[in-house]
């Protein structure tokens, strides 16, 4: 896929879009909305004349240690496989234990032993697809004493080890760092950015926990502006990609998120013209 | 062929030619459409952080009689919970 | 020693339904902001996001008891039956019965067809779209062989009875209704749930229609049918009734002889 800005496709926008075909660069839906064959999908199937797609998954729980879950995995196959989308993504994170689902971006400790497990399962969605992942950095609320490695260095070797792609998502890193206390540019400095397939821009909310400011994800908001400043200084460092502006609580007019999208896509086109001129 | 089963065989054969305008009666509003489709995101809630373990152990305490539309709903035997 | 992953990831999730254990909170980096406080956001947003997914699912119970009073609700339910697999959109199976017995909604005793309701729409909206019977498909069988025909409901479709008026307690609770008030005098209600072009919908049955298309789901010929529904009420209209379930696609096509042999084998 070109290195352009798309949106994420959310229900409340979804017969505005089948009906007026706004211009944004693609759509990326979520793998689990769309694996009953509903009316929802065959709405999603009439758009891919129009445009293109990203699959982003956010249940597969790649983190768990007893592998992943292969009846679901059967369903996500065979949506890819209809789909046929340019990237297909999960995060580094884990949802499922003991045949519960927690619906959430479960943190990982980073270490040598949670690198086998991730990557195992990476190959294992990898095989399943027949195609190149990417996995996501989360936002996280925590760290863990015991981890060995920084997220970067665990990003880098998942790559080394299955192949895989990054999403790197610039939001969670801003979350991350500020909950975690980290630099988000050291953290930047590790990451293999060749490995980069898409980004990911959203908002985020300051919320009070016991007096001290904690940064959660809500894709609830306009994307802030340290955000949009650390996306200009990666994609001037690490080049331009696809990038997708996410919105999935107190969901706005489309024309919001269009104009969000808007936004990313001019500054892509600014730094991919100034790398142009450089090179 | 019984008497019955000519009567239902021909009643049946008639449905078949009713013009469509009989057929189609019922209910032509919206109950669930598409935006209702998705249910799965990856955002994390706001109220996440909000407040200590207190909101954890207030469980069904708090709750009293519901407050919704179920005001509307009148007659029969209707109690409220005790709260 | 670090704790083993398998470890980490039972202790974990044992917080986030309500057990701390104090091994999982010295490994978890504390500063500020200490350990607990930082697994709380994970548990409260684990309870908080399914609960939306419920409320997304159950939008007309919602309504009627209201967000608190649903919120409290739903936790106890996801407490009792968490979710098995990812896909919300089918989480909630069991969450009518829950409702029947839940002791605080004792005093709304239609809560729970309300639920059974919001949850065929929900299945009905996510099946898939096969084909419907029409009535020129059936213009090819002779007449004579018509009683003894076996028709079956199409993807997604349920019917839903209730002792309550569900239909007129479901329109009182959409927002922005006009609707005054609703007498649960007014009755019984059975419901036949459909999937449409691009939405799920209801409609509202005649006692001799609902009798009738029960026994075609069990599974019975059209004759059986007619029969049951002639039995429940003495002024119901067979090619009225058949015309207008065949209008509302409500019955799934044929089965080639083919399929047939397929769904036997299986």
Same mark, same amino acid.
């Given at each position: 896929?070109?290195?352009?800005?798309?949106?994420?496709?959310?229900?409340?926008?979804?017969?505005?879009?089948?009906?007026?075909?706004?211009?944004?660069?693609?759509?990326?839906?979520?793998?689990?909305?769309?694996l009953g064959g509903s009316t929802a999908f065959l709405t999603i199937e009439r758009l891919r004349a129009d445009y293109e797609f990203s699959v982003h998954a956010v249940g597969l729980s790649l983190g768990s240690v007893d592998g992943l879950d292969e009846?679901?995995?059967?369903?996500?196959?065979?949506?890819?496989?209809?789909?046929?989308?340019?990237?297909?993504?999960?995060?580094?994170?884990?949802?499922?234990?003991?045949?519960?689902?927690?619906?959430?971006?479960?943190?990982?400790?980073?270490?040598?032993?949670?690198?086998?497990?991730?990557?195992?399962?990476?190959?294992?969605?990898?095989?399943?697809?027949?195609?190149?992942?990417?996995?996501?950095?989360?936002?996280?609320? =925590?760290?863990?004493?015991? #981890?060995?490695?920084? $997220?970067?260095?665990? @990003?880098?070797?998942?790559?080394? &080890?299955? *192949?895989?792609?990054?999403?790197?998502?610039?939001?969670?890193?801003?979350?991350?760092?500020?909950?975690?206390?980290?630099?988000?540019?050291?953290?930047?400095?590790?990451?293999?950015?060749?490995?980069?397939?898409?980004?990911?821009?959203?908002?985020?909310?300051?919320?009070?926990?016991?007096?001290?400011?904690?940064?959660?994800?809500?894709?609830?908001?306009?994307?802030?502006?340290?955000?949009?400043?650390?996306?200009?200084?990666?994609?001037?460092?690490?080049?331009?990609?696809?990038? =997708?502006?996410?919105?999935? #609580?107190?969901?706005? $007019?489309?024309?919001? @998120?269009?104009?969000?999208?808007? &936004?990313? *896509?001019?500054?892509?086109?600014?730094?991919?013209?100034?790398?142009?001129?450089?090179? | 062929?019984?008497?019955?089963?000519?009567?239902?065989?021909?009643?049946?054969?008639?449905?078949?030619?009713?013009?469509?305008?009989?057929?189609?009666?019922?209910?032509?509003?919206?109950?669930?459409?598409?935006?209702?489709?998705?249910?799965?995101?990856?955002?994390?809630?706001?109220?996440?952080?909000?407040?200590?373990?207190?909101?954890?152990?207030?469980?069904?305490?708090?709750?009293?009689?519901?407050?919704?539309?179920?005001?509307?709903?009148?007659?029969?035997?209707?109690?409220?919970?005790?709260? | 020693?670090?704790?083993?992953?398998?470890?980490?990831?039972?202790?974990?999730?044992?917080?986030?339904?309500?057990?701390?254990?104090?091994?999982?909170?010295?490994?978890?980096?504390?500063?500020?902001?200490?350990?607990?406080?930082?697994?709380?956001?994970?548990?409260?947003?684990?309870?908080?996001?399914?609960?939306?997914?419920?409320?997304?699912?159950?939008?007309?119970?919602?309504?009627?008891?209201?967000?608190?009073?649903?919120?409290?609700?739903?936790?106890?339910?996801?407490?009792?039956?968490?979710?098995?697999?990812?896909?919300?959109?089918?989480?909630?199976?069991?969450?009518?019965?829950?409702?029947?017995?839940?002791?605080?909604?004792?005093?709304?005793?239609?809560?729970?067809?309300?639920?059974?309701?919001?949850?065929?729409?929900?299945?009905?909206?996510?099946?898939?779209?096969?084909?419907?019977?029409?009535?020129?498909?059936?213009?090819?069988?002779?007449?004579?062989?018509?009683?003894?025909?076996?028709?079956?409901?199409?993807?997604?479709?349920?019917?839903?009875?209730?002792?309550?008026?569900?239909?007129?307690?479901?329109?009182?609770?959409?927002?922005?209704?006009?609707?005054?008030?609703?007498?649960?005098?007014?009755?019984?209600?059975?419901?036949?749930?459909?999937?449409?072009?691009?939405?799920?919908?209801?409609?509202?049955?005649?006692?001799?229609?609902?009798?009738?298309?029960?026994?075609?789901?069990?599974?019975?010929?059209?004759?059986?049918?007619?029969?049951?529904?002639?039995?429940?009420?003495?002024?119901?209209?067979?090619?009225?009734?058949?015309?207008?379930?065949?209008?509302?696609?409500?019955?799934?096509?044929?089965?080639?002889?083919?399929?047939?042999?397929?769904?036997?084998?299986?």
């Amino acid at each position: 896929m070109k290195p352009v800005a798309g949106i994420g496709l959310r229900s409340p926008h979804l017969a505005e879009i089948g009906r007026d075909r706004p211009a944004t660069g693609f759509l990326e839906i979520h793998a689990e909305n769309y694996l009953g064959g509903s009316t929802a999908f065959l709405t999603i199937e009439r758009l891919r004349a129009d445009y293109e797609f990203s699959v982003h998954a956010v249940g597969l729980s790649l983190g768990s240690v007893d592998g992943l879950d292969e009846a679901h995995l059967a369903r996500v196959a065979a949506l890819v496989k209809r789909l046929e989308p340019a990237c297909v993504s999960d995060h580094l994170s884990w949802s499922v234990h003991d045949g519960r689902y927690f619906n959430d971006l479960l943190p990982l400790p980073y270490t040598e032993e949670a690198l086998d497990v991730v990557a195992r399962n990476i190959e294992r969605l990898q095989e399943a697809l027949g195609r190149q992942v990417s996995i996501e950095n989360p936002s996280c609320y =925590l760290g863990f004493a015991h #981890s060995t490695l920084s $997220e970067p260095e665990f @990003l880098a070797e998942l790559v080394r &080890r299955s *192949g895989c792609g990054l999403l790197f998502d610039v939001n969670n890193i801003v979350v991350t760092a500020h909950n975690l206390r980290l630099d988000p540019r050291d953290w930047l400095s590790g990451l293999p950015g060749g490995a980069i397939t898409e980004y990911h821009l959203a908002g985020h909310a300051v919320n009070d926990c016991d007096g001290q400011a904690i940064l959660i994800d809500d894709h609830g908001s306009r994307v802030g502006d340290e955000v949009w400043t650390l996306f200009d200084d990666v994609i001037r460092r690490y080049g331009v990609r696809p990038t =997708l502006v996410e919105w999935d #609580s107190d969901i706005p $007019e489309l024309a919001v @998120l269009l104009d969000e999208a808007a &936004r990313a *896509g001019r500054m892509i086109q600014a730094a991919g013209a100034d790398a142009a001129r450089a090179a | 062929m019984t008497k019955t089963r000519i009567a239902i065989a021909s009643a049946l054969a008639a449905a078949l030619v009713l013009p469509v305008a009989a057929q189609a009666q019922g209910n032509t509003e919206k109950c669930y459409g598409i935006s209702k489709a998705g249910k799965n995101d990856c955002q994390t809630a706001t109220s996440s952080c909000a407040g200590t373990s207190k909101k954890d152990a207030q469980g069904d305490a708090w709750l009293s009689v519901p407050k919704g539309a179920c005001e509307k709903i009148v007659g029969g035997k209707l109690t409220a919970a005790k709260g | 020693m670090p704790p083993a992953l398998r470890d980490l990831q039972a202790a974990f999730a044992a917080q986030l339904v309500g057990r701390d254990s104090a091994d999982l909170a010295s490994a978890v980096v504390g500063d500020s902001i200490p350990a607990d406080a930082r697994l709380r956001v994970y548990r409260h947003h684990v309870g908080h996001s399914l609960g939306a997914a419920l409320a997304a699912t159950f939008p007309t119970v919602q309504a009627l008891v209201g967000d608190d009073f649903f919120q409290a609700m739903a936790r106890a339910f996801v407490a009792r039956e968490p979710p098995t697999q990812p896909v919300l959109a089918e989480y909630g199976v069991e969450f009518p019965a829950f409702v029947a017995g839940y002791e605080p909604a004792q005093g709304l005793p239609y809560l729970a067809d309300v639920a059974r309701l919001d949850w065929a729409l929900n299945v009905a909206f996510h099946s898939p779209a096969t084909r419907r019977l029409a009535a020129a498909d059936l213009a090819a069988v002779a007449v004579e062989r018509l009683p003894s025909l076996t028709v079956g409901l199409s993807d997604g479709a349920a019917l839903i009875g209730s002792k309550y008026p569900i239909d007129r307690i479901w329109h009182a609770s959409q927002p922005g209704t006009s609707t005054d008030a609703v007498d649960l005098a007014a009755g019984r209600a059975d419901l036949l749930v459909l999937r449409r072009a691009d939405d799920a919908f209801f409609v509202t049955l005649a006692a001799g229609e609902a009798a009738f298309v029960a026994v075609l789901i069990d599974g019975n010929a059209l004759e059986l049918a007619a029969a049951a529904g002639l039995q429940a009420d003495a002024a119901f209209d067979l090619s009225m009734a058949f015309a207008r379930l065949l209008g509302l696609q409500a019955f799934a096509a044929l089965q080639q002889d083919g399929d047939r042999k397929v769904v036997k084998a299986s």
